[in-house]
């Protein structure tokens, strides 16, 4: 099946492991250039490795997405390697497991840098051009916790919801544009995140 992606642009945030790689390989898979990034460098040479007999090409950018300096220099990178961006995917590490008495307020502020602030800020920078080419495509890899809270994860269950909101409103703000906003909502996978999950709440 041809998905017409033959030659878009795509960025997937956090894509060095888990559904972030998975989503980048698929892309590449359809001949898409990806730029994918993440903080370990190894990993990420381990997913341009994964990606050598696909008809994309996968670029990689060792970033930390809580630094806006980083989210900046990722984008620009990736408009230098590939050209504007069509398609972003939204994608990050989870929060730590725990429940409200186990968070200060220095951490709720944490955990919105990592969840909220960075795909706000990674959405701004890449909107101009899909505004100017009346074409785009913004999609956020989630979690089930925005249908029902999972217990432990007060965290995820409480800044996922508030993205959920903003990914609503854009959806409704940017059609007019012809880019469209989808929200997923995968359920439990297999990830290294969610085998640490497991040992959190098992107490092993």
Do not use: Y
Not at 71 to 87: E, H
Not at 126 to 144: C, F, Q, T, Y
């Amino acid at each position: 099946m041809d998905l017409g992606l033959k030659n878009k642009n795509a960025l997937v945030l956090a894509s060095s492991k888990g559904l972030g790689k998975a989503t980048a390989l698929a892309l590449a898979a359809e001949g898409a250039n990806v730029t994918i990034c993440g903080r370990d460098k190894a990993a990420l040479t381990g997913v341009v490795s994964a990606s050598n007999n696909l008809k994309g090409v996968i670029f990689p950018v060792v970033t930390d997405l809580t630094s806006a300096d980083e989210r900046s220099q990722l984008v620009i990178s990736a408009q230098q390697r590939f050209g504007p961006i069509d398609i972003l995917v939204t994608n990050s590490g989870g929060p730590s497991a725990g429940t409200f008495q186990d968070f200060d307020s220095g951490d709720w502020r944490a955990f919105f840098e990592l969840l909220f602030n960075g795909v706000a800020d990674i959405i701004q920078k890449v909107l101009p051009h899909m505004k100017a080419n009346n074409e785009g495509r913004i999609l956020m890899i989630s979690s089930v916790t925005l249908m029902q809270p999972v217990d432990n994860l007060i965290a995820s269950n409480a800044v996922r919801t508030s993205i959920l909101g903003l990914m609503k409103s854009l959806a409704n703000e940017l059609g007019s544009f012809g880019i469209t906003v989808n929200t997923l909502m995968p359920g439990f996978t297999l990830t290294d995140r969610l085998k640490s999950l497991i040992v959190q709440n098992s107490g092993v």
